[in-house]
T-cell receptor
Framework: NAGVTQTPKFQVLKTGQSMTLQCAQD?????MYWYRQDPGMGLRLIYY???????DKGEVPNGYNVSRLNKREFSLRLESAAPSQTSVYFC????????????FGPGTRLTVL | AQSVTQLDSHVSVSEGTPVLLRCNYS??????LFWYVQHPNKGLQLLLK??????LVKGINGFEAEFKKSETSFHLTKPSAHMSDAAEYFC????????????FGAGTRLFVKA
């Protein structure tokens, strides 16, 4: 039982390059989330997926797209990376309800030059 | 709309003294509230959560928090700080509005002096 896994752990991009961050969970959770963490700003919600087949924008969705590939996997894509997207990205999942605990992946540290 | 305000960006205490990390929230619905902890270069771990049962919630490592609806607060406390408590703490609100949108506070960094 690996919990929530994220790949890659580290990535350096040049401005304008694209990439996809991968997230998978093996806990049979329905909801999945992508956050970015920047100093002094906590975690900000980028996109979330309440259940397989649905996705919704969070607080800071601009410049990102997501795909809920199946119940296990939720990917985050940067189509044209910008230096402002330099951040640590966390994926999380929860079983179903707002009362459930979110479980977080280890994070991806992304630098855009 | 929901929001979370952590009233202190940094808190410094001496080992063995009480800890108080303050959190106020705003929510249109009856929220669920959480405290998470993040140690340096680590992921996030749940400390405790409030889900409309008892208003005084006990968590791991001696932490507890009290939900006060009239004050829209959910402050985190611990009677006696330990060096290992040094970390960043996040207050989180979640509404059961179908999407289960979850909002984090900006975080409070706790320093513990020997």
């Amino acid at each position: 039982n690996a919990g929530v896994t994220q790949t890659p752990k580290f990535q350096v991009l040049k401005t304008g390059q694209s990439m996809t961050l991968q997230c998978a969970q093996d806990m049979n959770h329905n909801s999945m989330y992508w956050y970015r963490q920047d100093p002094g700003m906590g975690l900000r919600l980028i996109y979330y997926s309440a259940s397989e087949g649905t996705t919704d924008k969070g607080e800071v969705p601009n410049g990102y797209n997501v795909s809920r590939l199946n119940k296990r996997e939720f990917s985050l894509r940067l189509e044209s990376a910008a230096p402002s997207q330099t951040s640590v990205y966390f994926c999380a999942s929860r079983r179903i309800a707002s009362t459930d605990t979110q479980y977080f992946g280890p994070g991806t540290r992304l630098t855009v030059l | 709309a929901q929001s979370v305000t952590q009233l202190d960006s940094h808190v410094s205490v001496s080992e063995g003294t009480p800890v108080l990390l303050r959190c106020n929230y705003s929510s249109s619905y009856s929220p669920s509230l959480f405290w998470y902890v993040q140690h340096p270069n680590k992921g996030l771990q749940l400390l405790l959560k409030y889900t409309s049962a008892a208003t005084l919630v006990k968590g791991i490592n001696g932490f507890e928090a009290e939900f006060k609806k009239s004050e829209t607060s959910f402050h985190l406390t611990k009677p006696s700080a330990h060096m290992s408590d040094a970390a960043e703490y996040f207050c989180v609100v979640s509404e059961n509005t179908g999407g289960f949108k979850t909002i984090f506070g900006a975080g409070t960094r706790l320093f513990v002096k020997a």
